[in-house]
Antibody, heavy 116, light 107 residues
Framework: QVQLQESGPGLVKPSETLSLTCSVS??????????WNWIRQPPGKGLEWIGY???????KYNPSLKSRVTISVDKSKNQFSLRLSSVTAADTAVYYC????????WGQGTLVTVSS | EIVLTQSPGTLSLSPGERATLSCRAS???????LAWYQQKPGQAPRLLIY???SRATGIPDNFSGSGSGTDFTLTISRLEPEDFAVYYC????????FGQGTKVEIK
């Protein structure tokens, strides 16, 4: 059974960089031709895809966030990570990691609040 | 970017009734790569349907998906108490985008 778990600071100051990690168990980020995604959901609102990293290392990002987003992978730790720079209050959200192009496995989500 | 518009925004129904949710795309969804998710409060979304009409593992057969091109439908044939939730469509044929969601609430 594949499991994903997000981790990282729950509070980030405006203009700083948000950094989260997704740890994968029961599967490998380095095999299976899977996309490894970050998705977010502001409180009380809908879902927004942030981007993915493919098992090959290729990345693709939401055009609306592309200038601020970096997704990377650490194959030795079976993890992938999100960095979102220059955050504002609008980036306050529950951040999820998920597998695939259709998202068959999700982490439980982690709330990140942007506030001074 | 493909924009997905879900309707209605809220659906008020009683247990045992049939629910029909719509998802319309601003342009044709490549390969009919359209998925549906269910989300309950405080939980991550759960994949219900992929490829417009294929049920995900463990999803009961009272959930069904249909449609192609730009018009897609999720049908819940008989609502169970646990089916009251928010439902999202997602297209993954061209990058990825979500609809804004339909809330199915108890009437």
């Amino acid at each position: 059974q594949v499991q994903l778990q997000e981790s990282g600071p729950g509070l980030v100051k405006p203009s700083e960089t948000l950094s989260l990690t997704c740890s994968v168990s029961g599967g490998s980020v380095n095999s299976g031709s899977y996309h490894w995604n970050w998705i977010r959901q502001p409180p009380g609102k809908g879902l927004e895809w942030i981007g993915y990293i493919y098992y090959s290392g290729d990345t693709k990002y939401n055009p609306s966030l592309k200038s601020r987003v970096t997704i990377s992978v650490d194959k030795s730790k079976n993890q992938f990570s999100l960095r979102l720079s220059s955050v504002t209050a609008a980036d306050t959200a529950v951040y999820y990691c998920a597998r695939g192009r259709r998202y068959d496995y999700w982490g439980q989500g982690t709330l990140v609040t942007v506030s001074s | 970017e493909i924009v997905l518009t879900q309707s209605p925004g809220t659906l008020s129904l009683s247990p045992g009734e049939r629910a029909t949710l719509s998802c319309r795309a601003s342009q044709s969804v490549s390969g009919n790569y359209l998925a549906w998710y269910q989300q309950k409060p405080g939980q991550a979304p759960r994949l219900l349907i992929y490829g417009a009409s294929s049920r995900a593992t463990g999803i009961p057969d009272n959930f069904s998906g249909s449609g192609s091109g730009t018009d897609f439908t999720l049908t819940i044939s008989r609502l169970e108490p646990e089916d009251f939730a928010v439902y999202y469509c997602q297209q993954y044929g061209s990058s990825s985008t979500f609809g804004q969601g339909t809330k199915v609430e108890i009437k």
